[in-house]
């Protein structure tokens, strides 16, 4: 699911050639604790000692107020004597951005970068001492902040520095309360079940959440259904604790949760408006969830979503059966997505069942926001709409095909319509470190008494 759409968020501080040693000269932004410690310099004490002991105590990267609406963010790297040049690699910036560079302080051991950054932004980024010149290994040294003493992020199941990202997250970054397991909280259980479908003569993996106390008979439970598998299982998404949390809470009702899995090499092909994958939902998978689990049959209570791409098919199914899926729940739901000729879009990276090219490269002759269109065109949904947002998913290129912007077109297509629309932005990219707290404020929003 996850998707590195990079975008450049405000002016920094430095720039360098590729193997760039430290430029003279002050800095555009100008942090603070990195002022306090150049005037040392310059004054003649040119031992940093005190300065690293302290860093190792508080972290980084470095947080300092620039205005009521902004921080600065200051990066930081120890250098040994070979250290020829350092980069961040962080969600808001595109690969190999001159601005990502590191400058050394005179002739010190420190580099440093400083940012200025929306309050409450939480991004994951890794740092990248000389990096090789050639293309081929030109990830090689990428790897995790040794000074962020905070969580790392997509950690493989055997964890390296190199394999992990480390987080920046702001004091005002919006909490996300119901990741963590609670004592004392009932855990739910989880099946894997398979569902041939017809219509599309493909065996379709699934995995079932059932809460607490799950029953067969009484009251139906609301039903969730959620794009790309049980990845809402791993650590970064604790999915399963949050409907735990949620539901021991009673901010929700108790649910049923069955996570659809992609097909090899499938996914956009399913997701992006595929009429026969939307009929293989509404009318093969909706009937044989209801039929073998005590689940709702009311429009009104059933919920469908998911992120990026998930976020799109999800949209889609709101708009094209709303008869079964009267809630949608997008998170950076990936609107710049059109179909064309014989699926849509993938940057030439996908292939149609039968392996030839389903999706072409966009370009002017392809129209954005197909889903904004098709909303427009048709009467307007009955179904309700949580859609969320990264303030770092503007469209950087000028390509008309920023999922910011894409949202918020959409939002308003659907509002003009007199279609239910919840639209929230958060501050961050497309890493999807933001997605699990959306996930649990958007059921809130959509199940729960907050609605």
């Given at each position: 699911m996850r998707l590195h759409?990079?975008?450049?968020?405000?002016?920094?501080?430095?720039?360098?050639?590729?193997?760039?040693?430290?430029?003279?000269?002050?800095?555009?932004?100008?942090?603070?604790?990195?002022?306090?410690?150049?005037?040392?310099?310059?004054?003649?004490?040119?031992?940093?000692d005190e300065f690293w002991k302290s860093i190792e105590k508080t972290g980084t990267p470095l947080v300092e107020p620039a205005d009521s609406r902004y921080d600065l963010v200051t990066f930081l790297w120890h250098g040994a004597n070979d250290t020829r040049n350092v980069y961040v690699n962080q969600t808001f910036e595109g690969p190999g951005s001159r601005n990502q560079t590191m400058r050394q302080l005179g002739a010190s051991d420190i580099w440093y970068v400083t940012f200025k950054v929306p309050k409450g932004a939480r991004y994951e980024y890794q740092l990248e001492p000389n990096r090789p010149s050639s293309p081929e290994t030109?990830?090689?040294?990428?790897?995790?902040?040794?000074?962020?003493?905070?969580?790392?992020?997509?950690?493989?199941?055997?964890?390296?520095?190199?394999?992990?990202?480390?987080?920046?997250?702001?004091?005002?970054?919006?909490?996300?309360?119901?990741?963590?397991?609670r004592p004392g909280v009932a855990t739910g259980s989880i099946e894997k079940k398979k569902i041939h479908s017809a219509i599309q003569n493909v065996d379709r993996d699934l995995t079932v959440y059932l809460p607490a106390g799950y029953a067969r008979n009484g009251k139906p439970y609301d039903l969730v259904v959620l794009f790309?598998?049980?990845?809402?299982?791993?650590?970064?998404?604790?999915?399963?604790?949050?409907?735990?949390?949620?539901?021991?809470?009673?901010?929700?009702?108790?649910?049923?949760?069955?996570?659809?899995?992609?097909?090899?090499?499938?996914?956009?092909?399913?997701?992006?408006?595929?009429?026969?994958?939307g009929d293989f939902m509404a009318k093969e998978l909706a009937p044989?969830?209801?039929?073998?689990?005590?689940?709702?049959?009311?429009?009104?209570?059933?919920?469908?979503?998911?992120?990026?791409?998930?976020?799109?098919?999800?949209?889609?199914?709101?708009?094209?059966?709303?008869?079964?899926?009267?809630?949608?729940?997008?998170?950076?739901?990936?609107?710049?997505?059109?179909?064309?000729?014989?699926?849509?879009?993938?940057?030439?990276?996908?292939?149609?069942?039968?392996?030839?090219?389903?999706?072409?490269?966009?370009?002017?002759?392809?129209?954005?926001?197909?889903?904004?269109?098709?909303?427009?065109?048709?009467?307007?949904?009955?179904?309700r709409f949580f859609l969320s947002v990264g303030l770092f998913e503007f469209d950087q290129l000028g390509s008309g095909a920023g999922i910011l912007e894409e949202t918020r077109h959409l939002r308003d297509i659907l509002r003009a319509k007199h279609s239910r629309v919840i639209y929230q932005e958060f501050v961050g990219g497309h890493d999807g470190l933001s997605w699990p707290g959306m996930l649990g404020e958007g059921l809130q929003r959509l199940l729960g008494n907050t609605r």
């Open positions: 759409l990079s975008v450049l968020l405000f002016a920094v501080c430095c720039a360098g050639s590729l193997h760039a040693q430290a430029t003279p000269g002050r800095d555009t932004l100008s942090s603070p604790t990195i002022e306090r410690i150049r005037n040392t310099i310059e004054a003649g004490n040119t031992s940093t030109e990830r090689l040294t990428r790897q995790v902040d040794p000074l962020n003493h905070g969580r790392k992020y997509e950690c493989p199941a055997e964890p390296s520095t190199y394999h992990c990202y480390s987080v920046v997250e702001l004091p005002e970054a919006v909490p996300q309360p119901w990741l963590a397991k790309d598998g049980d990845e809402y299982l791993d650590p970064d998404w604790s999915g399963n604790n949050t409907w735990d949390n949620l539901i021991a809470a009673r901010r929700i009702p108790p649910i049923v949760v069955v996570m659809v899995h992609n097909l090899p090499g499938r996914r956009l092909f399913d997701l992006i408006a595929n009429i026969a994958f044989w969830i209801r039929t073998n689990y005590n689940v709702t049959s009311s429009a009104a209570r059933t919920v469908v979503g998911g992120a990026s791409a998930g976020g799109f098919g999800a949209t889609y199914l709101g708009l094209a059966h709303p008869e079964v899926f009267g809630n949608v729940l997008s998170m950076s739901g990936a609107f710049w997505w059109s179909p064309e000729h014989n699926g849509g879009i993938c940057g030439g990276a996908c292939a149609a069942p039968d392996g030839k090219p389903a999706y072409i490269n966009r370009d002017a002759t392809t129209e954005g926001n197909w889903l904004a269109t098709l909303a427009l065109k048709n009467p307007a949904s009955p179904a």
